[in-house]
């Protein structure tokens, strides 16, 4: 799916645009996802039965790199790349019926020495991605037994520091049938034989087994696959013609995530009543989750919370407070890490609310100011910030300064000025922003950042954002890379279109409000 393709006609095509992102959320609840290859990995390898077989193999076959590999650079590649790989080896060790098998060894085998280069080397550095420290050695442990088989190939080492003890108390804990974090869920086939049917597993109301088609696919495994469960990963797999995503639903993640971008833009939008209301539900005493079959979190909470008080309909941000941990908040409940965006969105939405409910503040206004001088600490010395939820320092720039620049007093002023030095430093010659490469999403992010903090109208901010925005007409139609964080990197689709039809509002009226008078 391609991002939204913004044109040089005025605010209407921009309203026409945040009009059709609104809609598209009314139809498609459960949310649009890249497909990811870490997952759909999975899935071959545990429901080789399920619809879209055939086309899950050729995904992975057609999007492997030239050099073997399967992902991003810089330590990503290499959970996509031990799931495609296994992958490929178990469909070639059944005999998969209707498969290339020539073209799936010739995958396998440059997969498998790129793996051994890099896990020989001892120098690989990985990023902070959910689960990894468990997913990492269950793959490593399936290829290994594959290798058993096959001449001139030895076994994978792990990665330096890593180890199989953790994941072994992960596997006993779930054959023993005991209570299993709700966290986990989501990472279930790690478990091996051990998840299928696991007693202390049950799929949410829609089929799902914590929101993954592959832990939905490893509790299947060994059983009938009949009922909700199976109905419900036949329904993810036709939405993408057989390849799957990391995650789905996301129904409340996506919709706060979208809203905020829009109407903190000041992007004039009609939100129907009924999408606020869900809003409103979707919120208990403990939070709410990004979508069923996952475990509530700060992070979803909070951007759930400031998109309602956005909308001028406050809700109580009280049920944060069970994710406060000291001076920050914690992702979750036994969070391992930490998170800048997740404290920038909870200072978004306890500011938000004591704006719009003053009579609150004397409630929230500690936590205000402890959060904020939490991120602020946090902060690179170049003025950027970087996150566990998303590849790009731009994202966890973005949120850091715009909620400092809100809610964070007179201290957040001069972090606010080095972040936007940092994104008046790192632009790129043809106008754009990005990590590894210039990006419409990353740089709408940064072009946010100029235009939602401190002086605006700063020459340098116009001139800057000015070739972002021409940057952003030329890369029109362009697939969105993944960037977020997950089990592996995926686009949440309707998100990214939203950030980048907020940057084209606000780089528009920007030009608009800078205009000579004629």
């Known amino acids: 799916m391609s991002h939204v393709s913004i044109t040089t006609d005025a605010a209407t095509d921009i309203v026409a645009h945040a009009r059709e992102l609104i809609e598209s959320l009314m139809l498609r609840p459960w949310g649009q996802v890249s497909p990811s290859v870490y997952e759909t990995g999975r899935v071959v390898a545990l429901a080789p039965w399920l619809t879209g077989h055939r086309e899950r193999l050729d995904y992975l076959t057609g999007t492997q790199r030239p050099d073997g590999s399967w992902g991003a650079p810089d330590g990503y590649g290499l959970v996509p790349t031990l799931s495609a790989v296994e992958a490929i080896l178990t469909a070639l060790a059944r005999e998969d019926p209707g498969t290339d098998h020539e073209r799936l060894t010739q995958a396998a085998e440059r997969g498998l020495r790129l793996l051994a280069a890099w896990l020989g080397s001892g120098r690989i550095e990985l990023p902070d991605m959910p689960a990894i420290e468990h997913i990492v050695p269950s793959l490593v442990a399936l290829i290994n037994r594959h290798l058993q088989d096959l001449p001139n190939h030895a076994p994978l080492p792990l990665p330096e520091g890593m180890s199989y003890d953790g994941l072994d108390r992960v596997i006993s804990r779930i054959g023993s049938g005991g209570a299993i974090p709700e966290k986990l869920l989501h990472a279930l086939e790690i478990a091996g034989d051990k998840a299928g049917g696991a007693p202390a597993v049950q ?8 929101a993954s088609p592959a832990a939905t696919a490893a509790w299947l495994a060994g059983r009938d696959p009949d009922g909700p469960a199976r109905d419900h990963l036949e329904a993810v797999v036709r939405r993408h013609g057989g390849p799957v995503p990391v995650g789905l639903p996301i129904t409340v993640f996506e919709r706060g995530w979208v809203l905020s971008w829009l109407v903190r833009a000041g992007v004039p939008v009609e939100v129907p009543p009924e999408m606020v209301a869900d809003l409103r539900t979707a919120i208990g005493p403990g939070g709410t989750p990004a979508g069923p079959g ?225």
């Open 294 to 518: 996952l475990p509530a979190d700060a992070d979803t909470t909070s951007v759930a919370l400031y998109s309602l008080a956005l909308l001028g309909a406050p809700h109580e941000p009280d049920s944060l407070w069970g994710f406060r941990s000291g001076s920050h908040f914690s992702t979750w409940l036994g969070e391992q890490g930490t998170s800048v965006s997740v404290n920038a969105h909870v200072l978004d939405a306890f500011g938000e609310y004591v704006r719009r409910t003053p009579d609150a503040a004397p409630r929230y206004a500690q936590a205000i100011s402890e959060v904020a001088a939490w991120v602020r600490e946090r902060q690179e010395p170049d003025g950027s910030w970087k996150d566990r939820w998303h590849a790009s320092p731009y994202y966890a720039t973005v949120t850091c300064a715009l909620a400092l620049g809100s809610f964070g007093g007179a201290a957040s002023v001069e972090p606010v000025g080095a972040a936007v030095e940092w994104v008046l430093g790192s632009q790129r010659p043809d106008g754009s922003w990005g990590r590894w490469e210039g990006t419409a999403e990353e740089t709408a992010y940064a072009l946010q950042v100029l235009l939602l903090t401190g002086d605006w109208m700063d020459p340098r901010r116009l001139r800057a954002a000015a070739a972002g925005e021409r940057f952003l007409l030329r890369s029109a139609g362009k697939e969105h890379p993944p960037l977020w964080h997950d089990k592996d990197l995926y686009v949440p689709h309707a998100v990214t279109r939203g950030a980048v039809i907020a940057a084209a509002h606000l780089a528009r009226r920007a030009r608009e409000r800078t205009r000579p008078p004629s």
């Open 203 to 210: 799929p949410a109301s829609i089929g799902t087994v914590g």
